[in-house]
């Protein structure tokens, strides 16, 4: 049991996963009328707060601790945040969005409160990168903040906040950090601590200014500069994984992960750009990014962090058949998805497809791993 609040990524992927599902399934249950309301707010926010949120907590609940070199999450804290989690998504599906909404902020800082208490103890700095992950957090508390505003474009910045740039960030934090791992040939880490140091400072003032590209791509959109923000962002992400994740590197030998996060990268990045030819078709745009960019990504990283705590790492190199049938669902999902917003008369039975193909990759993936999930390293 111990297992399971120690490395806590082994309760919040499945209730990620179960909390995406619903959120998915909400398309089709409404579309043959056993919702009478049309599901748009407690989808996004069982897509975002839910199911991305799970895995980030999962993910940083579990590599948090170890990366500041300080004790794991105790039975208590974890505790406290599923159930949090839970209130949040029964608040959503009953529609009180505002309390679901302050609810997660609260989540939110209380899990920034644990991993802080465990500060004290830092005797290593954290890769650089994770200044995009603490980004992430803050755009979520920005977001919900700036939701409340009765003015238009603050509330659209508090909405790309939460909706984009709470996940955008940590992607492109841990994925620069996290890529370079899925490599065969990994990069070696300076011997010299003085270079380290020097390397560290780098990679910090990188990230700083990927940071802050960022935020004014995001007013932009706010103010409805639509395709400059587009090819900000655009440009920013490409640049930032080219440069620090080495994602569009040929020469460095890649696993088959590292294949799988390169073509969620590819995907993330080509979502960002879509604006640029398709300024109207903003909802549309983001499922790319959402399915084809956060959904590959979410399941690669997810996968690699599965198997290496269930002492399956001899697996990292291998075709993985779940994976394969995984990501060819969630393409097609996510072209049925955007192709709904391009074709009106078809478009509810495309966003049916679309849920039920994504619910079809999910479950592809939890059957294969989900046995894993109570397998220790040893
Ligand atoms: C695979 C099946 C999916 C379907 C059928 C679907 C459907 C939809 C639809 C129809 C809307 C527009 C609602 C409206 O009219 O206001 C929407 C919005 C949204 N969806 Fe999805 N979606 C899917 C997957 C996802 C995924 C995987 C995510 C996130 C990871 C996501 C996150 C969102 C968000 C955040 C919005 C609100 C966007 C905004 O207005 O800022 N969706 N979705």
Redo the contacts with the bound molecule.
């Keep these: 049991m111990k297992l399971f609040w120690e490395e806590p990524f082994r309760i919040f992927f499945p209730l990620g996963l179960l909390l ?1 599902a619903i959120g ?1 399934a909400l ?1 089709p249950l409404y579309f043959w009328h056993f919702l009478a309301a049309y599901p ?1 707010n407690p ?2 926010r069982l ?2 707060e839910g ?2 949120g799970s895995f980030v907590l999962g993910f940083l609940g579990t590599a948090g601790p170890r990366l500041l070199d300080a004790p794991p999450l105790g039975m208590v804290e974890v505790a406290t945040l599923i159930l949090l989690q839970l209130a949040i998504a029964g608040l959503h599906l009953a529609r009180q969005q505002l309390l679901g909404d302050l609810l997660f902020l609260a989540l939110l800082l209380l899990f920034l409160a644990i991993l802080v208490r465990r500060i004290r103890r830092l005797q290593d700095l954290p890769p650089p990168s994770f200044l995009l992950v603490l980004g992430g957090f803050i755009n979520a508390i920005a977001g919900i903040a700036l939701l409340q505003s009765q003015r238009f474009w603050l509330y659209q910045l508090g ?1 790309i906040l939460l ?1 984009e740039g709470f996940i955008l960030f940590p992607i492109l934090g841990v994925g620069a950090f996290f890529f370079p791992k899925l490599l065969v040939a990994q990069p070696a880490e300076p011997a010299d601590l003085r270079i380290a140091a020097a390397m560290w400072k780098k990679g910090a003032r990188l990230a700083a200014l990927c940071l802050l590209a960022l935020w004014i791509s995001f007013l932009l959109e706010a103010l409805a500069w639509t395709r400059s923000a587009a090819l900000l962002r655009g440009l920013t992400s490409a640049w930032y994984l080219g440069i620090e994740g080495g994602l569009f590197t040929e020469a460095r030998g890649r696993t088959f992960l590292a294949q799988c996060f390169q073509l969620g990268g590819v995907l993330l990045v080509a979502g960002l750009f879509m604006p640029l030819l398709f300024p109207d078709r ?2 549309a745009n ?2 790319v990014v ?2 084809g960019g ?2 590959i990504i979410l399941f690669t990283v997810s996968t690699r962090v599965i198997l290496g705590h269930a002492g399956a790492s001899h697996l990292f190199r291998q075709r993985l058949r779940f994976l394969v049938t995984a990501l060819a669902f969630l393409l097609l ?1 996510m072209l049925a ?1 955007v192709s ?1 917003d391009f074709f009106p008369v078809e478009r509810n039975s495309h ?1 049916i497809y ?2 039920l ?2 619910l079809l990759a999910s479950a592809a993936w939890a059957w294969t791993l989900g046995p894993r999930l109570s397998q220790s390293e040893d």
């Design positions: 995406g998915v398309w748009s989808h996004m897509m975002i199911l991305m909405s909706n903003r909802v983001l499922h959402f399915l956060f959904s999902a998805r709904a966003l679309a849920a193909l994504w």
